[in-house]
């Protein structure tokens, strides 16, 4: 049974317009969560986290919200740019607890010119 | 530049056949992951180890083992290679344990071993 869903395979979105990519989880004792990037043929890369004293993390194009009372978090790039088209995975680690992190399915976006 | 290095980029194997994966990180870890990539679902966790000689099976460990004699080295171990085990097997290492400062939760992964069993 996943603990970290992404529920959208996939997702297409033209440049310069809004990507948002979603993420839900089930275990309460997650208090850590991240994104993850990944190109074809390379591993998976850190995109940005938030924790879960907070409700909202932004770094440059890439903001991150996190709904806690609806085990909810959202990736959201502005402006979305053709580079930005990867397999998006979203994580989560119960970090005070132990260290192991559980993924989701992954995202695939396209970003169209 | 930080590093976490898997082996073996693509191997092809006889159904049988016992397989070794290799992972070497240079920025001192103490967590070492093996995950596996499916389409469809994701990373699964195999094994993960947050010590040397020390291991904790992930939500997928049948089938598979593991070792972490050094504190550097994190391999993945099938004993019996079967054709459902076919996938990308990805190598990943963190900082710290629970509540330390070096425990920044991001994980660092490998560029992932692609594993076709015949």
């Known amino acids: 049974d996943q603990q970290v869903k992404q529920n959208s395979p996939s997702l297409s979105v033209q440049e310069g317009r809004i990507s948002i990519l979603n993420c839900d989880y089930t275990?309460?004792?997650?208090?850590?969560f991240l994104w993850y990037k990944k190109y074809p043929a390379e591993g998976p890369t850190f995109l940005i986290s938030i924790s879960s004293i907070k409700d909202k993390n932004e770094d440059g194009r890439f903001t991150v919200f996190l709904n806690k009372s609806a085990k909810h978090l959202s990736l959201h790039i502005v402006p979305s740019q053709p580079g930005d088209s990867a397999v998006y995975f979203c994580a989560a680690s119960a970090k005070g607890v132990n260290n192991d992190m559980r993924f989701g399915a992954g995202t695939r976006l396209t970003v169209k010119p | 530049d930080v590093k976490v290095t898997q082996s073996s980029r693509y191997l092809v194997k006889r159904t049988g056949e016992k397989v070794f994966l290799e992972c070497v990180q240079d920025?001192?870890?103490?967590?070492m992951f093996w995950y596996r990539q499916d389409p469809g679902l994701g990373l699964r966790l195999i094994y993960f180890s947050y010590d040397v000689k020390m291991k904790e099976k992930g939500d997928i460990p049948e089938g598979y083992s593991v070792s972490r004699e050094k504190k550097e080295r994190f391999s993945l171990i099938l004993e019996s290679a079967s054709t459902n085990q076919t996938s990308m097997y990805l190598c990943?290492?963190?900082?710290?344990?629970?509540?330390?400062?070096?425990?920044?939760?991001?994980?660092?992964f490998g560029e992932g071993s692609r594993l076709t069993v015949l």
């Open positions: 920025m001192d870890h103490e967590n």
């Open positions: 990943a290492s963190s900082g710290g344990g629970p509540g330390q400062q070096t425990n920044t939760g991001e994980l660092f």
């Open positions: 275990n309460s004792m997650f208090d850590y």
